[in-house]
């Protein structure tokens, strides 16, 4: 069965405190690593699609890293305004036609002025 | 108008009514999907769209249905709902399922008293 673990579930930091958020994933036949983030209230917002291991991907203080078994995404010192829910996902596509993505649990980010 | 638009943004409905929620893409993609948020949970893919054609549906009870006139609109048909079923249902499209990101909806928030 396909499987996406995210960690820690909650993170709360200082303003400026670099940090990793975690995502590990068995997903048999693996067509990209998605990463989304989501403030309360809205849907999830799209950020990096990640396609192989050792691809990396960058925005603002935002990065995100993909390996065989896991994706990381780093944040470099963060702002107030980065608190949200980060969401991993991982897409399949089995050749009988259109798959969804399986997503992660998230981890909630919080950081503090 | 752009993106995904959801309506309507909150709902509240008694176990025996029947009410739709309704979902259209501006973005010309040929895939569409219901998915639903709960607290602490992943998110659950429930239907998907692929060109109007539904292509998967994880088991999900006969209380939902779906429906997807054109690669534009997608509906889902609610009916004698739980009180389990409260929650966010969100709508997303992609350009190819699996592999290109999902662009989410605002959602609907549910409540079946």
Known sequence: EDQVTQSPEAL???????????????????????????????????LFTLYSAGEEKEKER??????????????TAP?????????????TYSGGGA??????????????? | ETGVTQTPRHLVMGMTNKKSLKCEQHL???AMY???QSAKKPLELMFV??????VENNSVPSRFSPECPNSSHLFLHLHTLQPED????????????????????????????
């Open chain 1, 12 to 46: 709360r930091l200082q303003e400026g405190e670099s940090s990793s958020l975690n995502c590990s994933y068995t997903v048999s036949g693996l067509r990209g690593l998605f990463w989304y983030r989501q403030d309360p209230g809205k849907g999830p917002e799209f």
């Open chain 1, 99 to 113: 798959d969804g993505l399986t997503f992660g649990k998230g981890t909630h980010l919080i950081i503090q002025p």
């Open chain 2, 34 to 36: 219901w998915y639903k």
């Open chain 1, 62 to 75: 935002l990065k995100a890293t993909l390996t065989k078994k896991e994706s990381f995404l780093h944040i």
């Open chain 2, 28 to 30: 010309g993609h040929n």
């Open chain 2, 86 to 113: 409260s929650a966010l249902y969100l709508c997303a499209s992609s350009q190819e399922a699996g592999r290109s990101p999902l662009h989410f909806g605002n959602g609907t928030r549910l409540t079946v008293t």
């Open chain 1, 79 to 91: 702002k107030p305004e980065d608190s949200a829910t980060y969401l991993c996902a991982g897409g």
């Open chain 2, 49 to 54: 769209y692929s060109l109007e054609e539904r």
